[in-house]
């Protein structure tokens, strides 16, 4: 049989939304150095997972302490799947505002897992010293980690920010988030 581009193009829509499910939250909760009580909050919409902070900022520089060059803030969420699926997420899409002196280095680091299993993804992206301004980072995942095929999943979502002036102990810089963190989830049948 014959069909137009327009038909084929109707039949991959049919056969996205066949498998694109919903993400069905039944509690979340954010916490970490980066993502302090009342700083932050996760919430899903539209396939996204993601993640509100005030306050998420890793820094280095002349007199500032080594713990403020490392921030971290984990989501975690209990998802009600549904039979015949599992999911995982395809990247997260980290907006950030960014100041860096020539060899002061920041980054963004997203790894996410189920709870009880060894499979992580992760993916580490990498801010040229010297920059400035609004960037936005994206950690893509294979994805390797899937959930459990319906049921009861907990996922976790682990980013952390990362500042270091270890190759120019007089400069300084700084990542901070600058809008929501959003993670994309994808479904496969299983
Ligand atoms: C989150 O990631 C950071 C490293 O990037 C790590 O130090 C920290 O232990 C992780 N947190 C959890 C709960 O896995």
Redesign the pocket.
Known sequence: MVRTHSQLALLLVVALQVTAQTLTVTNSGVI?TGCQPGTAQASVKNGVVSIEASNFIASAGPGVSYSSG?K?C?ATLTVSVPSGYQFGFAETKLPAQVKTDSGVQVSA?S?YYFQGELTKDQDTSTVPAGSSGTVTLVNSYGPSAWSSCGGSSIV?I?T?LRASNANNRGGSGSIRLKGNLNTEVVWRKC
């Open positions: 970490g490392r971290n984990q680091r790894e976790n682990n952390s």
